[in-house]
């Protein structure tokens, strides 16, 4: 069976990235990457939809960046959570659980 690649809604990347930043700092490029891998390949994010998401994010200091060096010894802009982004990231997560249960509900009486 093909699996189909999926676009990510609208809102749901930025609660992605927030939740991967949750754990570690990590750079852009491995953001994209462990994404993918947890997603088991399911979700693929492109540059033109990250980086515009992290610099929105940026923006409104839910995460901060500083230059570093990557695995491969390249200089790569590793992105952090903030205080505030942790209150975002329980806000968003809060408000996709509550609907996908909604979702959920519809499919199983529909």
């Known amino acids: 069976m093909k699996t189909r690649k999926s676009d990510l809604l609208q809102g749901t990347l930025d ?8 754990s570690d700092d990590v750079h852009g490029w491995g953001i994209a990457q462990r994404l993918q891998q947890i997603s088991q390949d399911v979700l693929q994010v492109n540059q033109g939809s990250l ?9 409104q200091r839910w995460i901060e960046s500083s230059w570093g ?26 408000n996709w659980e509550r609907m996908a249960a909604a979702v959920q509900r519809v499919l199983q009486r529909a």
């Open 51 to 59: 980086y515009p998401a992290l610099y929105r994010l940026e923006q």
């Open 69 to 94: 060096d990557s695995e491969n010894n390249r200089r790569a802009k590793f992105y952090r959570l903030t205080k505030t982004g942790r209150k975002q990231l329980a806000e968003e997560t809060a």
């Open 15 to 22: 609660l992605l990235i927030l939740r991967t930043l949750s």
